[in-house]
């Protein structure tokens, strides 16, 4: 049973960064893919990056495509969302997923088999 826990979230100013984490365990976290999911107030919960295995296949969603970057670090069992010039449109709670299948395009949430608890980021001047 993969187990994540998300942290990093707060209250940002726009155009602030801020980097969230995922820890892993419980699972052999070198084969697992891995995405990061938010939910805004009064929204479905939508698609925003994600990261495979290898490292070799990241995919972005449009709406972070240019601002945000995800890294894993396969020794620490983790996985790191930076966020880069945060708009208001990013307040929302971010979840950390894992699956077993490959990194895709804009994946639904049912592709991923296990989720974190999220932590939320707000943004306000």
């Known amino acids: 049973q993969v187990q994540l826990v998300e942290s990093g979230g707060g209250l940002v100013r726009p155009g602030d960064s801020l980097r969230l984490s995922c820890a892993a365990s419980?699972?052999?976290?070198?084969?697992?893919?891995f995405g990061w999911f938010r939910q805004g107030p009064g929204k479905e919960r939508e698609f925003v990056a994600t990261?495979?295995?290898?490292?070799?296949?990241?995919f972005y969603s449009d709406s972070v495509k240019g601002r945000f970057s995800i890294t894993r670090d396969n020794g620490k069992n983790m996985v790191y969302p930076q966020m880069n010039n945060i708009q208001s449109d990013d307040t929302g709670v971010y979840y950390c997923?894992?699956?077993?299948?490959?990194?895709?395009?804009?994946?639904?949430?049912?592709?991923?088999?296990?989720w974190g608890q999220g932590t939320q980021v707000i943004v306000s001047s």
């Open positions: 997923g894992a699956s077993s299948g490959r990194a895709i395009m804009n994946p639904p949430s049912g592709h991923y088999h296990y």
């Open positions: 419980g699972g052999t976290f070198t084969t697992l893919t």
């Open positions: 990261i495979d295995w290898q490292d070799r296949t990241i």
